[in-house]
């Protein structure tokens, strides 16, 4: 099953693969991870310093050399997009596979008092931009044999919950929209849309929805990189359009 995967290791050889939030968290471990399975990974994300450190871990395991993309899904508009995506373009012509990772957790609060500004944001930075960086690099995803969408989603992103907010609303219209794109491309094209539930993971997002909770009780990003891999590579080749959870247990 996709929980204990053992990809090979040139798994990713030859693919280009964009990580979105690719500096801290989830994102920077499934980057190395992606790399260190012989991809050429693009670290996309808004804190640049965070991004060095990851390349430096790349460039540290002898893997393909990375790309830095700095971009802040909160302030970026369509044109941002584009621009990004001619610039992917030139340097590689194609890419393999994407990773929309990146997110907040805005506030854990009752809808009475969420602050509106901050419902914007989560749902700009969460699912709009998204949405938008996707439309942008479908063209370049269609000049891949076999190139592969995942969409991080959130269990409150499948069944809601209260306080969870403009977290949980971003998150469902991530799985919905999935549904859409998948669909739309299944016959079509050789892209597939997965989306994919990390489960309580340890990381910063984590620790401050649940400032209570012990960390070392949790998995950590390096735990849960299965699935991660599983639908990265050939082995998920034809499977689209389905809700994938990175642990079997949460
Ligand atoms: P972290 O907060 O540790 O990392 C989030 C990453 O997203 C950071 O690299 C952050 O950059 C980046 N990011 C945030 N805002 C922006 C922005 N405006 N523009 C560009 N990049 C941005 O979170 P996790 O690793 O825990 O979460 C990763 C994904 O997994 C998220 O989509 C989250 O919703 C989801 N998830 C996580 C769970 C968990 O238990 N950890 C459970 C369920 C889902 P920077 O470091 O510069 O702020």
Redesign the pocket.
């Known amino acids: 099953c996709q929980f204990d995967y053992q990809a090979p290791v040139d798994l990713l050889a030859g693919r280009v693969i964009l990580v979105?939030?690719?500096?801290?968290?989830?994102?920077?471990v499934a980057a190395r991870t992606y790399a260190a399975h012989g991809a050429t990974v693009i670290l996309?994300?808004?804190?640049i310093s965070?991004l060095e450190a990851v390349y430096d871990e790349i460039e540290a395991l002898g893997a393909p050399e990375p790309a830095i993309y700095p971009?802040?899904?909160?302030?970026?508009a369509w044109p941002d997009y584009m621009t990004m995506a001619d610039k992917l373009y030139e340097a590689f012509g194609r890419l393999d596979g994407v990773l929309?990772?990146?997110?907040?957790?805005g506030r854990i609060t009752p809808v009475q008092s969420y602050n509106p500004e901050l419902w914007q944001q989560v749902m700009?930075?969460?699912f709009n931009?998204p949405v938008m960086l996707q439309q942008a690099v479908l063209s370049l995803l269609d000049q891949s044999a076999d190139a592969s969408v995942i969409f991080?989603?959130?269990?409150?992103g499948r069944q809601g919950r209260a306080f969870w907010g403009a977290?949980a609303a971003s998150?469902a219209a991530t799985e919905n929209f999935a549904q859409v794109l998948s669909q739309e491309l299944e016959n079509t094209s050789a892209i597939r849309v997965n989306t994919l539930?990390?489960?309580?993971?340890?990381?910063?997002?984590?620790s401050?929805?649940y400032p209570a909770e012990n960390p070392a009780t949790?998995r950590a990003?390096e735990d849960i990189m299965g699935t991660y891999l599983y639908l990265m590579g050939a082995d998920s080749k034809g499977v689209t359009g389905q809700q994938f959870n990175a642990q079997p247990d949460r």
């Open positions: 979105t939030g690719a500096g801290d968290g989830i994102g920077r996309l994300g808004r804190t965070k971009l802040n899904l909160e302030g970026a929309h990772n990146a997110g907040i957790l700009q930075i969460n931009g991080t989603s959130s269990g409150v977290y998150k539930n990390p489960g309580a993971t340890r990381t910063q997002m984590r401050n929805a949790l990003p």
